[in-house]
C-alpha cells in the first residue's frame, strides 16, 4: 500500500534524522501517542489525506505555513506490504474485539484515543493503527510504531500553496476558501 505523510523536510538529513523522510519525531503530542511504549509515524493512505491532516485546522493557507522552524514543509510517498499488520479500526470486528465504539475512536479526549491505542499495542498483533480522517472517512489516517517494512518511495516533494496536491486539498476542506 502506499502512505503519504506530511513534514519539515531536510534534503541534506539522511533518511532517519530529524528533517529525513523516515524520522519518527519524539514529544508529538498525537492522538494516539503513548511515549513510554512506542514512538509513532503517523501517515495519510492518501496524499490529499496527508496535507489535510497536516493543515486543515487552518483557516486559511498560506506560503509562510510550509515552512517550519527553517525547513520546507514536503510530502513523502512510502511503501508498505499491503499484507502488513494493521489494526483497522474501521472493521467492525477490530471495533468489537477491543471493546471500541466509533465515538472512542474519534473522540478529542486524547486521554481516550491513547488508552485504547496502549491496549491495541499491547496485544502485539499490530505494527500500527488506522483509522478514518476526520477531514473525509474515505482517507485512513495511520500511525505505525513498528516501521520495519515502510519504505521511501520516491524523494519528497516541497509543498506550496500552488503544489496541486496542496490546491485539491483545499479544495476538498469544508470551508468556504482556504487559499
Known amino acids: 500500500?502506499?502512505?503519504?505523510?506530511?513534514?519539515?523536510?531536510?534534503?541534506?538529513?539522511?533518511?532517519?534524522?530529524?528533517?529525513?523522510?523516515?524520522?519518527?519525531?519524539?514529544?508529538?503530542?498525537?492522538?494516539?501517542?503513548?511515549?513510554?511504549?512506542?514512538?509513532?509515524?503517523?501517515?495519510?493512505?492518501?496524499?490529499?489525506?496527508?496535507?489535510?491532516?497536516?493543515?486543515?485546522r487552518f483557516d486559511v493557507w498560506t506560503q509562510e505555513m510550509f515552512v517550519q522552524g527553517d525547513r520546507p514543509c514536503a510530502l513523502a510517498t512510502y511503501e508498505l506490504p499491503d499484507r502488513a499488520a494493521i489494526c483497522d479500526l474501521d472493521n467492525a470486528g477490530r471495533l468489537l474485539a477491543y471493546d471500541l465504539r466509533p465515538c472512542d475512536v474519534v473522540a478529542r479526549e486524547r486521554s481516550v484515543t491513547q488508552a485504547w491505542a496502549a491496549r491495541i499495542h499491547r496485544s502485539n498483533k499490530w505494527i500500527g493503527i488506522a483509522w478514518w480522517s476526520?477531514?473525509?472517512?474515505?482517507?485512513?489516517?495511520?500511525?505505525?510504531?513498528?516501521?520495519k517494512q515502510l519504505r521511501l518511495k520516491r524523494d519528497p516533494e516541497v509543498l506550496g500553496v500552488e503544489h496541486a496536491t496542496v490546491q485539491e486539498a483545499a479544495a476538498s476542506l469544508p470551508r468556504a476558501s482556504s487559499i
Not at 25 to 39: D, E, K, S, T, W
Not at 135 to 146: H, I, P, Q, T, V
Open 1 to 56: 500500500m502506499t502512505l503519504y505523510r506530511v513534514f519539515p523536510y531536510d534534503a541534506a538529513a539522511p533518511p532517519s534524522q530529524p528533517g529525513g523522510a523516515l524520522y519518527t519525531p519524539f514529544g508529538v503530542a498525537g492522538r494516539i501517542a503513548n511515549p513510554n511504549l512506542y514512538h509513532e509515524l503517523y501517515l495519510s493512505n492518501s496524499a490529499v489525506g496527508a496535507v489535510s491532516e497536516a493543515f486543515g
Open 134 to 147: 476526520r477531514y473525509d472517512s474515505r482517507w485512513r489516517s495511520l500511525a505505525l510504531w513498528n516501521r
